[in-house]
């Protein structure tokens, strides 16, 4: 269930549906979705969907880690890196292997700690980890030349585009219930938008929870 070669189905899986960067599909044919799962579902660990991980929240599908992770990359590689929502820490993974550094905020505590003990379980240790609202990103460790939401807000927060360097990119699902995955890039002129999918991401909230 949780071998190599159920990982190796996902991945040609993912390459099917049009994901093309080799690196991508390389970090998640070697990255172990079981471990990010509680044993309870462990066994569903490479069908290509989403998972509860408590608190209503969900891991996301592997195809939108694969496709989010991928337009994140589109333009070179992305040294710091922010990402919102760490949820199960699946994604943090992911990126811990693609770029130098994460920096990542979830405003659930229970999910961050699991979060954190697992990336360190597998040894990952680029990443930095905050228990805070993400909506206002991280200022202390901006800019950054990537920052990618794995929460839905209805509109794009301003402090996540100010701390954005330019050149860098934001990747984020945008909307209540109807959401589309967009990036927005920095240039030297202001931001340009390009909308890619309609998308389905839990709601990016204010405030946190011990
Ligand atoms: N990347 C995660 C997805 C988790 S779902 C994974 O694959 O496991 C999205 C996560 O965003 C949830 O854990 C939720 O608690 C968190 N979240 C929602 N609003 C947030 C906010 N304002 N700041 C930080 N995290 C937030």
């Known amino acids: 269930m949780t071998s190599q070669r159920t990982r190796e189905r996902l991945v040609r899986r993912l390459a099917e549906q ?87 905020v979830e405003r659930i505590k229970p999910l961050l700690d699991k979060a954190r003990a697992r990336l360190r379980q597998l040894k990952l240790r680029n990443v930095r980890f905050s228990h805070a609202d993400g909506g206002l990103g991280w200022e202390e460790a901006a800019p950054f030349d990537g920052i990618l939401s794995t929460a839905a807000p209805e509109s794009i927060p301003e402090d996540l585009l100010l701390q954005l360097a330019p050149g860098g990119c934001l990747v984020i699902p945008v ?30 909230r204010s405030g946190t929870v011990k």
Do not use: C
């Open 18 to 104: 049009g994901i093309q960067d080799e690196r991508v599909l390389d970090v998640m044919r070697r990255t172990p979705r079981h471990l990010f799962l509680d044993e309870a579902m462990a066994h569903r660990a490479y069908e290509d969907t989403a998972l509860p991980i408590g608190f209503q929240q969900t891991l996301s599908q592997p195809y939108i880690v694969a496709r989010m992770t991928e337009l994140l990359l589109e333009q070179g590689l992305r040294s710091r890196v922010l990402e919102i929502g760490t949820g199960s820490g699946y994604q943090t993974a992911v990126l811990a292997q693609l770029v130098d550094e994460v920096w990542s």
């Open 175 to 204: 909307g209540a219930s109807l959401q589309n995955l967009q990036v927005i890039t920095r240039t030297s002129e202001g931001y340009e938008t390009r909308l890619v999918e309609a998308v389905r991401f839990v709601p990016l």
